[in-house]
């Protein structure tokens, strides 16, 4: 399939990015698939697969630096164009991140230049609304727009989906959200109606929940591997092991990623605060400016929970989210003096997102 760099996502924005490579002589690719250090990238004409130079090697310090799934990249073409070599990444528009699962700290980046993410969740399985919550918190850090789809809804009765989407509205309020079942026609043709022509979608989701099944139908080809995941092996093996970018023939680009288990935020305030923006509200009217709502005197935050204004589960929730955030942030920067300035920062980040809800 010869396509055009836009149906890739190619916009004014990144050709502004890409002038100074075009003009160093650089072919601008995308990143298709990634399985360790070894790549695809998309050009115009073709994919093939690619690798980092040895310069891009040596002066990388770390690990984000790496080229990911859904970054623009400068290549060379080698081998009568059946090889590439990637010498550079154009600056990231978004970044889906999360921290990586294990003991050691560190961000996982799962996309980049994702304009919206379709988070799916199988209604035939038993989870709560905050592990949706998590990934909305996560999206909604990145930039990108989300949309909640629920599967597997043939083999569910409409009390049960209605139960479902009633535990997750307070959740989701904001946000698209729908149930859908793979083999229903209706369905597929409704979330496909939100993708457009240049527009990049991640799917993210639990193992099984219908990511790649869901690529496919819109694909209308089988172009990925989906299967039953298996619950009796503890390590639970999941089917897609990498993330993979697809191009649709009408336009628009869907990045398959593999389940998640773990889905730990990192540096995610700005996402914690836009998902419990009715807490930062309650709490401009705290005595302290910078109010952690847990210990302080005259909190109108605990003070909302007692009156029951606020949901103490939705309260609770917060002070976990905001801890494990704060955590994070005391190992990433054990200097004091760099953490109040982040403080100051995200405070006017706060006040802007205050600022732009009142508008
Ligand atoms: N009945 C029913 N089955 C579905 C639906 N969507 C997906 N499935 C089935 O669920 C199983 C898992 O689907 P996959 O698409 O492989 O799931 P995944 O989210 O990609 O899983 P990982 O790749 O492991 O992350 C497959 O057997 C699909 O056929 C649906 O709406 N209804
Ligand atoms: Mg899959
Ligand atoms: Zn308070």
């Given at each position: 399939m010869n396509i055009k760099l836009e149906d890739l996502g190619y916009t004014e924005e990144v050709a502004k990015c890409a002038e100074p490579y075009h003009a160093g002589g650089y072919t601008i690719a995308r990143v298709t698939q990634m399985v360790k250090q070894r790549y695809l990238v998309?050009?115009?004409?073709?994919?093939?697969?690619?690798?980092?130079?040895?310069?891009?090697?040596?002066?990388?310090?770390?690990?984000?630096?790496?080229?990911?799934?859904?970054?623009?990249v400068a290549v060379t073409l080698h081998d009568q164009d059946t090889h590439a070599v990637i010498h550079h990444v154009l600056p990231r528009r978004t970044v889906l991140q999360r921290r990586a699962p294990g003991k050691r700290i560190e961000n996982q980046i799962i996309a980049t230049n994702v304009d919206a993410v379709f988070i799916i969740f199988p209604l035939n399985q038993s989870w709560t609304p905050h592990a949706l919550e998590r990934y909305l918190i996560l999206v909604r850090q990145s930039g990108a727009q989300p949309y909640v789809f629920l599967s597997k809804r043939d083999v569910c009765t409409d009390d049960h989906v209605r139960d479902v989407l009633g535990r997750i509205s307070t959740v989701c309020a904001n946000e698209?959200?729908?149930?859908?079942?793979?083999?229903?026609?209706?369905?597929?043709?409704?979330?496909?109606?939100?993708?457009?022509?240049?527009?990049?979608?991640?799917?993210i989701g639990p193992s099984g929940a219908g990511k790649s099944s869901l690529i496919n139908a819109l694909v209308g080809k089988e172009v990925l591997p989906t299967g039953e995941v298996r619950e009796y092996d503890a390590k639970g093996r999941h089917i897609t092991t990498k993330r993979q970018l697809v191009v649709l023939e009408k336009g628009g680009v869907l990045i398959d990623t593999p389940g998640m288990r773990e889905v730990g935020l990192w540096q995610a305030e700005d996402g914690l605060w836009e998902t419990f923006d009715d807490i930062l509200e309650i709490g401009t009217a705290c005595k302290f400016r910078d109010c952690t709502h847990t210990h302080e005197?005259?909190?109108?935050?605990?003070?909302?929970?007692?009156?029951?204004?606020?949901?103490?589960?939705?309260?609770?929730?917060?002070?976990?989210?905001?801890?494990?955030?704060?955590?994070?942030?005391?190992?990433?920067?054990?200097?004091?003096?760099?953490?109040?300035?982040?403080?100051?920062?995200?405070?006017?980040?706060q006040e802007k997102i205050l600022k732009l809800k009142k508008r």
């Amino acid at each position: 399939m010869n396509i055009k760099l836009e149906d890739l996502g190619y916009t004014e924005e990144v050709a502004k990015c890409a002038e100074p490579y075009h003009a160093g002589g650089y072919t601008i690719a995308r990143v298709t698939q990634m399985v360790k250090q070894r790549y695809l990238v998309r050009t115009e004409a073709l994919e093939i697969p690619a690798e980092v130079s040895g310069r891009f090697m040596f002066t990388s310090r770390t690990r984000e630096e790496y080229p990911v799934v859904g970054d623009w990249v400068a290549v060379t073409l080698h081998d009568q164009d059946t090889h590439a070599v990637i010498h550079h990444v154009l600056p990231r528009r978004t970044v889906l991140q999360r921290r990586a699962p294990g003991k050691r700290i560190e961000n996982q980046i799962i996309a980049t230049n994702v304009d919206a993410v379709f988070i799916i969740f199988p209604l035939n399985q038993s989870w709560t609304p905050h592990a949706l919550e998590r990934y909305l918190i996560l999206v909604r850090q990145s930039g990108a727009q989300p949309y909640v789809f629920l599967s597997k809804r043939d083999v569910c009765t409409d009390d049960h989906v209605r139960d479902v989407l009633g535990r997750i509205s307070t959740v989701c309020a904001n946000e698209t959200v729908s149930a859908y079942s793979l083999y229903d026609a209706a369905d597929i043709h409704y979330i496909a109606s939100f993708i457009h022509r240049g527009t990049t979608f991640c799917l993210i989701g639990p193992s099984g929940a219908g990511k790649s099944s869901l690529i496919n139908a819109l694909v209308g080809k089988e172009v990925l591997p989906t299967g039953e995941v298996r619950e009796y092996d503890a390590k639970g093996r999941h089917i897609t092991t990498k993330r993979q970018l697809v191009v649709l023939e009408k336009g628009g680009v869907l990045i398959d990623t593999p389940g998640m288990r773990e889905v730990g935020l990192w540096q995610a305030e700005d996402g914690l605060w836009e998902t419990f923006d009715d807490i930062l509200e309650i709490g401009t009217a705290c005595k302290f400016r910078d109010c952690t709502h847990t210990h302080e005197p005259q909190c109108a935050v605990r003070k909302a929970v007692e009156e029951k204004i606020l949901a103490e589960d939705r309260y609770n929730s917060y002070i976990r989210y905001y801890q494990e955030l704060h955590e994070l942030a005391t190992h990433l920067n054990p200097k004091e003096l760099k953490e109040r300035r982040e403080l100051e920062q995200r405070r006017s980040k706060q006040e802007k997102i205050l600022k732009l809800k009142k508008r």
